[in-house]
């Protein structure tokens, strides 16, 4: 193996801190999205580099089915803010706060 | 103790006729008013009669738990449909038979959401029926709140003086009542390990030690006295009583506070008997406040069913007292005493549902001479006051003298007091009665009809059970002892 | 003797007596409400029902041995069997024959005094329940069945004197009738329960059978005598519950010439004859009644002295005759017991003629103030003024008037006590009450003004309207021949009383010849003197018709505001009960208890406000706890 499991981990480890910072610290509906969808690609490659630490295809087999959700999601996460979007006219978090 | 299995299941048609008569009820168009008054009024005439055929049929001489139907339901949980009728819960099966049926008469004039209301005043009779004929302590549980649930309702829509704050408080009161019970209840049936809800078999002796019984006693009587209008949580009943309809005032103070008082007496006292010891001080203090307090307070108020409320927390407290003795005639006192109040009390209310229909009004100050336009009214107004003072010749009268010897010869103190409020109970009643009927007749009152025979069926009814159990007191003493002389001797010294 | 209901002549005759009266109320009630002279047949006829049997009963005993108790099962709760049933002995006999007559004359007399009243049927049938509730309490041979029989004579006199009404002083009246006597029952039953908790039963047989050496300790045995006394107090209108009585006079004549004098109030008087012998077990108990009943006879007939209205002077007297009976019967023995209750005897004959003589003057003049009654001459109606000058003469104690015995023996009773004063008192009474008689004897006797224009009729009166003519007359004025006859003859039945209700033995032992000499001539000098000054004051032509205690203006407000017990019972009820502790409960209801309810309810609402606000509804700020606490989490479970 020419990259060490440990710097993967690292890149896999700062990719998801990204990727919530984004989701917390973004006021925007679409970037908190997009966060999410970070954070399941940091533990993709996760998945990929212990598949191939360990020889292991399983973890690869879960990677596709993480593509899969994430594709879904993201297309029913956009439909729900696009139609939020029409509702109030906003992408701001704190426009959706009436449950409270 | 001795069971006898029936041979014709009364009690399940006692239940059968009342849920019959609800779903016929709920089958019948909305705008048939008429149909629906008639339906309910055969179906709880069924009742009524059912009732009276099981009271009669119990045979006396045999005792024990006759008319026994047991199922079971949940056997992994061993909870049964097990129902019976001894001498606790006959005179009370007959109690609600008679308050359904003088009820649904009383309400006759209803023109309001007339299937809605006589659904739910079904429902909530069926619990009633269903917690004094079960011997399922799971089965005591969901009864109890079946019966509560559609009192909401039934004050909240078709109430008077406000009806919302008054619902609103009596539902609270009473949820905090079963919250108390739900976990003693639990509580017994984990430290009796039998893995049964079956009362009979929970109510052996040696199944719950005297420490456990004294732990679960309290929360049971607190629970349940809540509903029997306890003090000081009684406040929640004069409330409640002027917000209620009449028809459902007469369940709610006739039979819905008897529950209470039958819960302490069927879970409280009959499985934890060393807690009843333990507590019956602390009963006989509440107690005893009771009886005085809501006479004294019933003085001052100027709502007639305010009077009527105040008057059952005096009542209810003499079951109370004679609940706390921890004696034969206490007992015999309180299960009388509890029919006795129920009956004057349906009267009381169903009188003033009357006047009130017609003159619009509950306040005494308004209120007058209402003796020169409608005697008859006026005069089962009288009668029910007469029993709620104690006069002899009418049911309470027994009630009241029993509890009464019995308080005085255990605690002596707190049995004077309730004596003495005796006094003020007259003093207020006849008040009400002075200021309500007597006096000179008021011109805008001058025009008002009398009850016609039909209207006054109810009434009469009542009146007639009043004046039969005072004249005849051993029809239900000799059934209560049924009960009571096995329990009182079974108990450990 | 001890037997069952059942195959007894004696037991049917007793039945018939009792019970009559109760099937003609529920008739009256239930069917013919709306038929006056149908209602009015069946109450006469039960009455007269219960009479018949009563004479027979009485005439069945005389000479026969001991008591019959006759008792069926009624009730047994717990270790207490109740029984219903009949004692019949002499004193219960007679009672029974007092009160079944003068129930029956009341009831013709009502005929006419009642005719066209709209509640006429109404009113049969509350006399019904009060004949049928008055026999059995006589008949009692328990003090249970007796207390219940007690509490509904008290409910029937609750109902007849707001008979009318509409009218606000009569509703009060029977409010505070029912209420002070209830006040006394109550104590009564507290002291009913003593013999109770200690025999098992409350037989009067039992009762007075009792050795004074039994369980009862003398202390107990003392409580139990003063409460069951209370209930006397009540009932009998003694001091301190006497002021209900003269109220009670708002409803009909013919109901006080019953309830209120002959018969009901006389039923605490009863009750004392009837456990004579267990009240004899407490000296200390009998001394304290001595005092209460001299107490209440002087205070009455103080307040009698100065009262206008007709009615209310024979309700004082009335009070004032029912402590003499008390005094009488508790200077304890035999004689005591004798005097008490031919005093009760005789006392009932005479003091209903004056009620139902009154009643025939306010019937027809429709007032009950005795100076508007001369005034417009209701001296012409004759039979009327002849028995009531015969009936007060009788109870001025004047002879040869039965009231003139009665008083006799009770003088002579008391000089068998050490202390002097209780005579002292008695004597006192026996002039006050010639006094009072006799006052209003000459002032309705001699009007001042002739000859007022009589058809003027005042509202004042307390009777119906209509039903004037000769026939009610003539059905008011029998009854009233007959009263006169009893009161004439009563006397001398004396001895023939005395032997049947103490036997052969004392009768002729102790009782006969006067113990002190000049007692005989000091108290008919008294009651003469009493009526001479009321002559001087009233009778006399130029007589200003004032009484000297009117003379002296504190001391007639005193006298007419009943010693200001009225004002403490009021200030009592008012201020301590209404505006004191009633308020307060209530307020404790509404502040204290609903206050702690609501408040543990807003508790919950602003806690859930205070909640509330640290929920932003932002996703982003829950993110941020959900991955705190996860780190945290992760940190505590990995190092």
């Known amino acids: 193996m020419i990259v060490p499991f440990s710097h993967v981990l690292v890149l896999a480890g700062m990719l ?48 596709l089915f993480v593509l899969a959700i994430a594709a879904t999601e993201v297309s029913v996460g956009l439909a729900i803010i696009v139609y939020a979007f029409r509702r109030t006219g906003s992408f701001d978090p704190s426009a959706y706060n009436r449950l409270k | 103790m001795q069971m006898t299995y029936a041979t014709f299941p009364y009690l399940s048609a006692i239940l059968v006729s009342c849920v019959g008569g609800l779903l016929a009820i709920l089958c019948i168009p909305e705008e048939r008013k008429s149909w629906i008054k008639w339906v309910s009024a055969v179906s709880s005439g069924m009742t009524l009669v059912l009732s009276i055929a099981v009271f009669f049929a119990y045979d006396k001489s045999l005792g024990g738990l006759q008319f026994v139907e047991k199922v079971a339901w949940v056997p992994a949980l061993g909870i049964q449909y097990f129902n019976g009728a001894d001498g606790f819960n006959l005179p009370n099966l007959l109690l609600t038979g008679i308050v359904f049926f003088t009820g649904v008469l009383t309400m006759w004039e209803l023109e309001l959401r007339v299937k809605e209301f006589f659904a739910l005043y079904f429902l909530m009779v069926a619990g009633v029926f269903g917690l004094f004929m079960s011997f399922d302590l799971f089965f005591i549980f969901i009864w109890y709140d079946v019966s509560l649930f559609p009192m909401y309702l039934l004050i909240a829509v078709w109430g008077t003086t406000r009806k919302e704050h008054g619902a609103m408080k009596l539902t609270l009161y009473l949820l905090a009542g079963s919250a108390l019970i739900l976990p003693a209840i639990v509580y017994l049936f984990v430290k009796a390990g039998l893995s049964t809800f079956d009362l009979i078999r929970l109510m052996q002796p040696g199944v719950f030690t005297a420490e456990e019984q004294i732990f679960a006693f309290l929360p049971l009587y607190l629970g349940f006295g809540i509903l029997a209008g306890v003090w000081p949580f009684h406040t929640w009943s004069p409330v409640g009583h002027v917000a209620a309809p009449h028809g459902v005032s007469m369940v709610h103070a006739g039979v819905l506070m008897k529950i209470g008082a039958f819960g302490v007496l069927r879970v409280a ?19 005893a406040i009771g009886v005085i307090y809501g006479a004294l307070v019933g003085l001052r108020q100027t709502d007639l069913k305010y009077v009527i409320g105040y008057s059952s927390v005096s009542h209810m407290g003499i079951v109370g007292l004679g609940l ?32 009130y229909d017609r003159t619009h009004t509950k306040a005494i100050a308004d209120l007058g001479g209402l003796s020169r336009t409608m005697p008859v009214a006026s005069a089962y107004f009288i009668v029910a ?35 003495l409020a005796l006094v003020v109970s007259a003093l207020f009643m006849l008040r009400v009665v002075q200021r309500t009927f007597y006096g000179p007749g008021k011109d805008q009152y001058a025009q008002l009809p009398d009850v016609p025979f039909t209207l006054g069926i109810p009434r009469m009814v009542l009146t007639t059970v009043l004046v039969l159990l005072g004249l005849f007191p051993s029809i239900l003493f000799d059934m209560i002892q049924t009960a009571s002389i096995p329990f009182m001797s079974g108990l450990p010294k | 003797m001890t037997t069952g209901l059942t195959h007894s002549a004696t037991a049917t005759a007793a039945l018939l007596a009792t019970l009559s009266p109760f099937v003609a109320f529920l008739v009256i009630l239930i069917v013919t409400r709306s038929r006056q002279q149908l209602s009015a047949t069946v109450s006469l006829g039960a009455v007269g029902l219960s009479f018949v049997c009563a004479v027979l009963l009485l005439a069945g005993y005389w000479g026969m041995e001991g008591a019959v108790r006759l008792t069926v099962p009624w009730l047994s709760a717990g270790a207490y069997a109740i029984p219903f049933g009949f004692l019949l002995d002499p004193l219960s006999l007679l009672m029974l024959v007092i009160v079944t007559t003068i129930s029956l004359l009341v009831q013709v007399y009502s005929l006419g005094y009642m005719a066209g009243d709209s509640g006429f049927s109404r009113y049969y049938a509350f006399m019904s329940l009060f004949v049928f509730s008055m026999t059995n309490l006589t008949l009692a041979p328990t003090l249970l069945q007796l207390y219940v029989f007690w509490e509904l004579v008290g409910l029937s006199s609750y109902l007849l004197i707001g ?18 006597t209830r006040a006394g029952d109550v104590a009564f039953f507290l002291g009913m329960l003593v013999p109770l908790l200690h025999l098992g039963n409350v037989g009067i047989v039992d009762m007075n059978s009792l050795h004074p050496a039994t369980s009862i300790s003398p202390g107990m045995l003392t409580l139990s005598a003063v409460l069951i006394f209370g209930g006397i107090v009540g009932k009998s209108a003694q001091f301190p519950l006497m002021t209900w009585l003269p109220d009670a006079m708002e409803g009909p004549t013919p109901v006080s010439a019953l309830l209120h004098s002959a018969t009901m109030v006389a039923a605490g008087v009863y009750l004392f004859a009837r456990l004579f012998p267990y009240f004899s077990l407490s000296p200390t108990a009998m001394t304290l009644f001595l005092f209460i009943g001299t107490l209440s006879m002087l205070l009455a007939s103080t307040m009698a002295m100065v009262d206008r209205d007709i009615k209310k002077v024979w309700a004082y007297s009335t009070i004032s005759q029912l402590g003499f009976m008390i005094m009488a019967l508790a200077s304890g023995g035999p004689g005591g017991y004798f005097s008490g209750v031919y005093h009760l005897t005789t006392h009932a004959g005479f003091k209903a003629l004056l009620f139902l003589c009154s009643g025939v003057f306010i019937h027809h003049f429709q007032t009950n103030d005795m100076f508007e009654l001369s005034e417009k001459q209701c001296r012409h109606l004759k039979v009327p003024t002849v028995a009531i000058v015969l009936a007060a003469a009788a109870l001025s104690g004047l002879p040869p008037l039965s009231g003139y015995f009665s008083k006799e023996a009770i003088l002579k009773q008391l000089t068998v006590l050490p202390n002097p004063i209780w005579l002292t008192a008695a004597l006192l009474g026996v002039f006050l009450t010639a006094y009072y008689s006799f006052r209003v004897v000459f002032v309705l006797c001699f009007p001042r003004k002739p000859e007022a224009d009589s058809e003027e009729q005042t509202v004042k009166g307390d009777t119906a309207h209509g039903g004037h003519g000769e026939a009610s007359y003539g059905l008011m004025v029998w009854p009233l021949v007959i009263l006169a006859g009893i009161t004439l003859l009563l006397g001398f039945g004396e001895h023939a009383l005395k032997v049947l209700l103490v036997g052969h033995q004392d009768a002729r032992g102790s009782l006969e010849g006067w113990a002190v000499d000049w007692l005989p001539v000091a108290a008919l000098g008294l009651a003469i003197s009493g009526a001479g000054v009321a002559w001087v004051e009233f009778g006399h032509k130029k007589a200003k018709q004032v009484g000297f205690v009117e003379e002296e203006p504190r001391l007639a407000a005193l006298f007419r505001e009943r010693w200001y017990l009225d004002h403490l019972y009021r200030i009592l009820v ?55 606490v996860l780190a945290f989490l992760s940190l505590y479970f990995f190092f």
Request: aromatic letters at 10%; one cysteine or more; proline letters at 1%.
């Open chain 2, 385 to 419: 006051a007469l029993a709620g003072i104690g006069v002899p010749g009418l049911a309470n009268f027994w009630g009241e003298l029993m509890v009464l010897i019995a308080a005085v010869q255990v605690y002596p103190l707190r049995g004077v007091m309730a004596v």
């Open chain 3, 163 to 180: 008979f009318w009404y509409e009218k606000f002083s009569a509703t009060q009246a029977g409010k505070k009738a029912f209420v002070m």
């Open chain 2, 324 to 355: 706390s003795t921890v004696t034969l005639e206490g007992l015999d006192g309180a299960v009388f005493q509890m029919f006795a109040h129920g009956v004057m009390t349906a009267l009381l209310f169903s009188s003033v549902g009357y006047i």
């Open chain 3, 574 to 628: 008012e201020r301590g009960i209404d505006k004191g502790i009633s308020t307060l409960f209530y307020r404790n209801d509404n502040l204290v208890i609903d206050g702690s309810i609501d408040g543990m309810g807003k508790g919950t609402v602003e806690g859930g406000r205070f909640v509330a606000r640290l929920h932003l509804g932002m996703i982003q700020h829950r993110l941020v706890v959900t991955l705190a």
């Open chain 2, 269 to 287: 006292i009959c499985l934890c008997p060393e807690g009843w010891k333990y507590w019956a001080q602390l009963m006989a203090v509440l107690a």
């Open chain 1, 16 to 63: 998801f801190v990204l990727g919530i910072v984004c989701t917390v610290a973004r006021r925007n509906l679409i970037m908190i999205v997009l966060g999410v969808e970070i954070m399941l690609n940091a533990a993709s490659i996760a998945f990929v580099g212990a598949a191939s630490r360990w020889h292991n295809l399983e973890g690869q087999a879960f990677v």
